[in-house]
């Protein structure tokens, strides 16, 4: 069996017929990431002789109890902003360089704890701040599709190993899109589950209204198993919601007839690339054909969205990142008075775009500019959750592109923060209303570029969501196809 | 809008070189224009949203539960001085 290539599910079985499988795709990981991460960039941190012990302790592991758990003898890759105990977390930032947290993330001990291997830390956009995973200050992750375009951002390393083999599966955090617009981008699944459904313990914060943790899979079953283990109510962050998880995987049923689908009219506009509008409208076109009904629906503040965004989350970016003074861990500036060691280290340590939101962000929530900005931004996100609210009276799911256009160029949208911001423009709005939405491979651009299509559902509706990207994905080959690199 | 960025990032505790000033000055202005958009709707009766989901504060009980890392939390500090961590001088005088 080609192990880099399996599933999450292929190499479940393969290790309930062999326990030398969990071996063999650790090894399979490794030479992999051996001869294409120097490429590709999607890790800030690998190290094989880190496994051994787990690989050993699991082979050799004897209790049911623990044999049977879903993730058993799987390695998982995570993005540097989840903390993992002894293991160097920096959110690709100077000012986190030398952070060895001392506790696991809540998602990273409930990984171990259904027999997972934490496998490798992923390139990210600095803080994720971004959406090319060009900010990080280890450099640029390649998109596997085409080295010479980005893959997204920010969880730009968690797709892109998945892309290309180098995992069997990610977590990555999505704020705006950050999980679902590099999924499209590297041709992968991506899922931003509801708001709440995730702990967010060990997650270093960016906006914390917003931000949810998510898995990055080959397929949306693989991402449906993921879920199941990642979701739940845990005591230690007070707005994990406090609602029963059902199986997801349960959901992945190749069934959506009746299943009432909207196409929202205001993401279908000028902008967005032809081939994906193309792409998009197909995937649309299949599920009517395989019994769901699609009708126009309107989402009337769309426009609205990436406005609000640039508000409420650089506000909340700026409080969260008022921590990182080099007080406690990371960097630190050596000065001889308090104030300048402040001042320097934040100066060092923050790279141009933590800097351009911070500042941001310390305007918006500044004394004289409070209600024009930030409260008349939170009134208006409350008018884009109503538009949700009003829609999902009328249909179950929503049907929408998840970024305007293929991979784009590294360098190409750097000197433009505006061009950037708008990268995000379709998937923001999940974030604004807090609702569940998944990204799943839907077709190809004529440059071999991957295109994808996402599902949004109302909040703790994943099942519904689940349902629909599962079907779609099953009645195309477009998940089978891999990147070339 | 032209931001006060020297302002801004004396609150944000941030030091800032006389390069970056200038494209910071124009990048928030852009962004900030961009934004502008928003004053546009009518939000009087629109109450603000900044949390999507229905909680309430969760209250827990204030006592201490030991961790027992307080060594593995001050390993890796910037400096430290026993179980502290040390930074420079706060207050100046006599």
């Known amino acids: 069996m080609p192990f880099a290539k399996a599933t999450l599910k292929e190499l479940r079985e393969e290790i309930k017929k062999d326990r030398s499988a969990i071996r063999s795709a650790c090894q399979a990981l490794g030479e992999r990431i051996g001869k294409k991460d120097s490429g590709i960039r999607a890790y800030i941190s690998f190290d094989a002789s880190r496994l051994e012990a787990d690989i050993e302790r699991l082979v050799r592991e004897k209790n049911p109890a623990i044999t049977e758990k879903p993730l058993f003898g799987i390695p998982v890759s995570l993005k540097d902003n989840l903390c993992t105990r002894g293991w160097e977390t920096t959110c690709a930032s100077r000012i986190l360089k030398g952070y060895i947290p001392p ?3 809540t998602v990273v001990e409930r990984l171990r704890a259904n027999g997972a291997i934490i496998f490798g830390k992923c390139n990210m956009d600095e803080f994720a701040f971004g959406s090319s995973t060009e900010s990080s200050c280890y450099g640029p992750t390649a998109n596997p599709w085409d080295l010479s375009r980005v893959p997204g951002g920010s969880s730009g390393g968690s797709a892109a ?27 992968v699944v991506g899922v931003k589950p509801t708001y709440g459904r995730v702990s967010r313990y060990g997650l270093i914060a960016f ?4 931000d949810q943790i998510g898995p990055l899979t080959k397929t949306v079953e693989d991402a ?22 059902p199986d997801f995987t349960q959901a992945c049923r190749p069934d959506v007839k009746g299943l009432r689908i909207g196409l929202p009219r205001e993401y279908f506009v000028p902008g967005l690339d032809k081939e994906v509008e193309t792409a998009v409208k197909k995937a649309a076109e299949k599920l009517a054909s395989m019994g769901a009904i ?11 969205a990436v406005a609000v965004y640039y508000i409420v989350a650089v506000a909340e970016a700026s409080s969260n990142l008022g921590r990182f003074d080099g007080v406690q861990y990371g960097y630190r500036y050596p000065a001889n008075h308090l104030s300048d060691m402040y001042f320097e280290t934040r100066d060092r340590g923050f790279g141009g775009e933590a800097k351009r939101r911070i500042l941001l962000g310390t305007f918006v929530l500044s004394a004289g500019y409070y209600d024009a900005y930030y409260l008349q931004g939170q009134k208006v996100r409350t008018l884009i959750k109503r538009d949700f609210d009003h829609a999902f009276r009328q249909v179950d799911v929503i049907l929408t592109p998840v970024s305007p256009t293929p991979a784009f160029k590294i360098g190409e949208r750097t000197e433009d923060p505006l061009a950037m911001y708008l990268s995000d423009i379709f998937t923001i709005p999940m974030n604004l209303a807090g609702i569940p939405a998944i990204s799943v491979p839907c077709g190809f651009s004529k440059e071999n570029l991957p295109i994808g299509v996402q599902f949004a559902a109302k909040h703790f509706d994943e099942e519904t969501m689940f349902r629909a990207a599962y079907a ?3 009645s195309t080959d477009f998940h089978k196809k891999k990147a070339g690199v | 809008m032209k931001v006060n960025v020297e302002q801004i990032a004396l609150l944000a505790r941030i030091k800032l070189k006389a390069e970056e000033k200038e494209k910071l000055t124009r990048d928030l202005g852009n962004i900030l224009s961009y934004v502008e958009k928003l004053s546009s709707l009518k939000t009087d009766d629109v109450p603000p949203t900044s949390h999507v989901l229905a909680i309430e504060n969760v209250f827990r009980k204030d006592v201490q539960s030991p961790q027992g890392i307080i060594e593995e939390v001050l390993t890796k500090a910037p400096e430290r001085e026993g179980h502290f961590f040390k930074v420079p001088k706060v207050v100046e005088g006599s």
């Open chain 1, 103 to 105: 506790y696991d993330a």
């Open chain 1, 161 to 187: 190993c998945v892309a290309a083999d180098e995992a069997i599966a990610a977590l990555g955090s999505d704020t705006g899109g950050s999980i679902r617009q590099p999924a499209s981008l590297c041709g």
């Open chain 1, 207 to 210: 906006g914390s209204s917003l």
């Open chain 1, 224 to 245: 449906a198993i993921l879920t199941n283990v990642i979701a739940g109510h845990d005591p230690k962050d007070s707005t994990s919601a406090n609602a029963s998880v």
């Open chain 1, 294 to 304: 699609v009708t126009e629906i309107s989402l009337p503040h769309t426009e609205y």
């Open chain 1, 472 to 474: 779609f994905e099953q």
